[in-house]
């Protein structure tokens, strides 16, 4: 169960990690609190850390660039007919996929209720008819999916993580092993390696050659902590950057997105 509560009086702004507070609540699993900072909306789990953000001039954009690193994948099948987010945050990335994406089956797992009730109400997370939200664990989701042989996915996305990196419930070799029979042999695996503690970052590396082999690259997010790691289907050719050099063009025209920067920023997966 999970409650909300204003947190702040109208007459007392309450400033809060060098922004204005806006909401503040809590649930089972701690506290989620909605801060507003120089134009920007920011979504934290009662860490200075930012799980998600927005742009209130420009909601539509995405804020965060590791968000948009994990984008890459489109690159190399760009038209997604199924998708599936694990992690929500704010639900930027949903959002953005399910408004540029129309034709595509997007799937979200959040295992937070009141996470998808605050990006609904203050990040602008749509009710789109081809957006659909589970509330639930992700490691049990993916797990209980593969097992029922559900139909595959072009993208996975995994962002989930704690205050130290990967979060541990997914750092495991089923969660993995699932993901990879629930991939499309043409899809991306798009995995935010985002954190400071070593072994975790070597076990999902491990975990991404176990399951990927050389088809592996890693992607570091310019002047953030983060760094993408991206594990291919088998159908999924070599990297050929002049190839990929026209599409990376075409869909930051249409998307808004860095892609030839991303693309350039693209090598083998390896050790740190």
Same mark, same amino acid.
């Given at each position: 169960?999970?409650?909300?509560?204003?947190?702040?009086?109208?007459?007392?702004?309450?400033?809060?990690?060098?922004?204005?507070?806006?909401?503040?609540?809590?649930?089972?699993?701690?506290?989620?609190?909605?801060?507003?900072?120089? #134009?920007?909306?920011?979504?934290?789990?009662?860490?200075?850390?930012?799980?998600?953000?927005?742009?209130?001039?420009?909601?539509?954009?995405?804020?965060?660039?590791?968000?948009?690193?994990?984008?890459?994948?489109?690159?190399?099948?760009? #038209?997604?007919?199924?998708?599936?987010?694990?992690?929500?945050?704010? #639900?930027?990335?949903?959002?953005?996929?399910?408004?540029?994406?129309?034709?595509?089956?997007?799937?979200?797992?959040?295992?937070?209720?009141?996470?998808?009730?605050?990006?609904?109400?203050?990040?602008?997370?749509?009710?789109?008819?081809?957006?659909?939200?589970?509330?639930?664990?992700?490691?049990?989701?993916?797990?209980?999916?593969?097992?029922?042989?559900?139909?595959?996915?072009?993208?996975?996305?995994?962002?989930?993580?704690?205050?130290?990196?990967?979060?541990?419930?997914?750092?495991?070799?089923?969660?993995?092993?699932?993901?990879?029979?629930?991939?499309?042999?043409?899809?991306?695996?798009?995995?935010?390696?985002?954190?400071?503690?070593?072994?975790?970052?070597?076990?999902?590396?491990?975990?991404?050659?176990?399951?990927?082999?050389?088809?592996?690259?890693?992607?570091?997010?310019?002047?953030? #902590?983060?760094?993408?790691?991206?594990?291919?289907?088998?159908?999924?050719?070599?990297?050929?950057?002049?190839?990929?050099?026209?599409?990376?063009?075409?869909?930051?025209?249409?998307?808004?997105?860095?892609?030839?920067?991303?693309?350039?920023?693209?090598?083998?997966?390896?050790?740190?």
């Amino acid at each position: 169960m999970f409650g909300f509560r204003k947190g702040v009086r109208d007459t007392e702004p309450v400033r809060r990690y060098g922004g204005t507070l806006v909401y503040c609540g809590r649930d089972t699993e701690g506290l989620i609190e909605v801060v507003d900072s120089y #134009g920007v909306r920011a979504l934290h789990f009662g860490t200075p850390p930012r799980q998600s953000a927005m742009a209130l001039a420009e909601p539509e954009r995405l804020e965060l660039s590791y968000v948009r690193a994990m984008l890459a994948g489109l690159m190399f099948t760009p #038209g997604p007919r199924r998708v599936l987010a694990l992690g929500l945050g704010g #639900g930027s990335l949903a959002k953005f996929l399910a408004r540029n994406f129309p034709d595509c089956r997007i799937e979200v797992v959040e295992f937070r209720a009141a996470v998808v009730e605050v990006a609904h109400r203050y990040f602008g997370l749509p009710e789109a008819p081809n957006l659909a939200i589970h509330i639930g664990d992700a490691r049990e989701f993916v797990r209980r999916e593969a097992l029922a042989g559900a139909s595959l996915y072009d993208h996975i996305f995994v962002d989930i993580y704690d205050d130290r990196g990967l979060s541990a419930s997914v750092n495991e070799r089923d969660f993995f092993a699932a993901c990879a029979r629930l991939l499309e042999p043409s899809g991306v695996f798009a995995l935010n390696l985002w954190g400071s503690d070593r072994d975790s970052y070597r076990e999902a590396v491990d975990l991404l050659r176990q399951y990927y082999g050389s088809h592996t690259l890693r992607l570091p997010v310019i002047g953030r #902590g983060n760094i993408i790691g991206f594990g291919f289907g088998p159908d999924v050719p070599k990297p050929d950057l002049e190839r990929l050099r026209p599409v990376s063009r075409g869909l930051e025209a249409r998307l808004g997105v860095e892609f030839p920067r991303l693309l350039r920023s693209m090598v083998p997966m390896g050790w740190r």
